[in-house]
Structure formats: C-alpha cells, structure tokens
T-cell receptor
C-alpha cells in the first residue's frame, strides 16, 4: 500500500451533500483506478484514468458519480447528492504503465452517508 | 453474477502448518490471476500472481496453483505464521482488460 495516498480516510456526509475523494498515485505512476467495496461484497471496478483522460468508466454508476485525473494534482472521485447506498469503502490504485502491470492500492476512503 | 468466488469465508490453521485458500472462477476469458492480502480498514496488498500460461508460481512461503480446466486456483502458505492472519482476496483479469474482478475474500486465522 505504500505510496498511493488517499484522503480523507473517513468522510461523513448527509444525504444530498457532495463527497469528494482524492487519490495521489505512487511516484512514477500515471494510471489510476477506482474501486468500491460495499458492505459484505468484493471490490468492484469503477473507473480507470490516465492523466487528463478517462479510459474506462464501465463500472461507474450512470448518475451522480464522476472522476477526473488532471494534469496537475490528485485524481478525484466525486459523488453528488449522496444517498445511503453510497456508503462504502472507496479504494484507489495506481500502476506505472497500465492495466498489464500489477496495480497497487491505497488504504481506502470510508464514506458514511447519514 | 459472481465471476470470482471464494466459498470459504474463513479458515483457521495452526502455526507451522499449511494454509490453503481456494478460489473458483467462471469467466473463461480470465487469463491473469492475483492474490491480495487485506487487513481491516486498509487497502489490499499485492501478494503473488500467475498467468494462465503457467500452472504454478512460487514466492517464498507463498505458492499459487492454477487449474485452468477446473477454473480453480489456490494459494498455499507454508509454513503459516501468526502474521499471516488477514483476509486473502483472489482477483482475475481478462487479457487486455482494464479491470480486476475480485472475490469476497477468505479470513485466515493462524493460531499459536
């Protein structure tokens, strides 16, 4: 887990608010992935990004969720108008050259919607 | 549709003995498999992987076996140590794909 930094580690939001989760990949890694783990389930792929590009967002819910990885700064997963079902652990991962490399995970951001 | 299944939610093993963690998959397009170790409130840590062109890969105390015809893989830890106590998660990827498909994990407890 060393190197992939996620913040905040824990976030509490009321229903209808926005949640922003940030991820700084390991040094030298330009590929970022977001996964979500709902209670009692395995990690599920959400989105894969390279700098300034969304490569694969096939796992993203169609509404309220968006992700970016700007040229400068961390990748951000944004959830608008959160609902209780968004409560989960959100894990960011990174790799140096793409999905064919081993990907390394951060420690996760736990979102609780009250 | 659970494409990667870990049917044993937990496993208890004595220190020094072998731990065998099992994983089954249904998608025949999967050709790369990984095992991760996870502690509570932390992210998964990569342990070992295997490509479908192999049937075994070894790294120290950890060995992964792949049986493609049975769509089954297993992780062997020998000898098991108390520090190995964690959740072990199996993951798989289809060639050229961007995403890993994860199992739900098996909680291993290594007892003294």
């Amino acid at each position: 887990n060393a190197g992939v930094m996620q913040n905040p580690r824990h976030l509490v939001r009321r229903r209808g608010q926005e949640a922003r989760l940030r991820c700084s990949p390991m040094k030298g890694h330009s590929h970022v992935y977001w996964y979500r783990q709902l209670p009692e389930e395995g990690l599920k792929f959400m989105v894969y990004l390279q700098k300034e590009n969304i490569i694969d967002e096939s796992g993203m819910p169609k509404e309220r969720f968006s992700a970016e990885f700007p040229k400068e700064g961390p990748s951000i997963l944004r959830i608008q108008q959160v609902v209780r079902g968004d409560s989960a652990a959100y894990f960011c991962a990174s790799s140096p050259r793409g999905p064919s490399d081993t990907i390394y995970f951060g420690e996760g951001s736990w979102l609780t919607v009250v | 549709d659970q494409q990667v299944k870990q049917n044993s939610p937990s496993l208890s093993v004595q220190e020094g003995r072998i731990s065998i963690l099992n994983c089954d998959y249904t998608n025949s397009m999967f050709d790369y498999f990984l095992w991760y170790k996870k502690y509570p409130a932390e992210g998964p840590t990569f342990l070992i992987s295997i490509s479908s062109i192999k049937d075994k890969n070894e790294d120290g105390r950890f060995t992964v076996f792949l049986n493609k015809s049975a769509k089954h893989l297993s992780l062997h830890i020998v000898p098991s140590q108390p520090g190995d106590s964690a959740v072990y998660i199996c993951a798989a990827k289809a060639g050229g794909g961007n995403k890993l498909t994860f199992g739900t994990g098996t909680q291993l407890k290594v007892e003294l």
